[in-house]
Nanobody, 124 residues
């Protein structure tokens, strides 16, 4: 089992920045990819970004490219999502997830473990 705990959400004005953290514990050596998803009210959960634990390959959805950066600290079993130039449309609950196998990172069904989510609200 892998446990994931997100932190770092909050309220920020448009154009501001937030850094989300996802601390993993348990059988962390068994995971291949760490991902971030978000779900806005009334919308489906969508992929945001992902990173390989080994090698550091990164993936982003088009709407956040150039604004968000996903990174990891293997020693601390933590994945980060640095969010800059935030927009009101970035408002959502952000979830981190862990994938055991090497699968398509943008598909939420490929992920085996999920955190509880952290709220990000961007005011205009």
């Amino acid at each position: 089992q892998v446990q994931l705990v997100e932190s770092g959400g909050g309220l920020v004005q448009a154009g501001g920045s937030l850094r989300l953290s996802c601390a993993a514990s348990g059988r962390t050596f068994s995971t291949h990819t760490g991902g971030w998803f978000r779900q806005a009210p009334g919308k489906e959960r969508e992929f945001v970004a992902a990173i390989w634990w080994v090698g550091g390959m990164t993936y982003y959805t088009d709407s956040v490219k150039g604004r968000f950066t996903v990174s990891r600290d293997n020693a601390k079993n933590t994945v980060f999502l640095q969010m800059n130039s935030l927009k009101p449309e970035d408002t959502a609950v952000y979830y981190c997830a862990a994938m055991v196998r090497n699968g398509a990172p943008e598909l939420d069904n490929n992920y085996d473990y999920w955190g509880q989510g952290t709220q990000v609200t961007v005011s205009s």
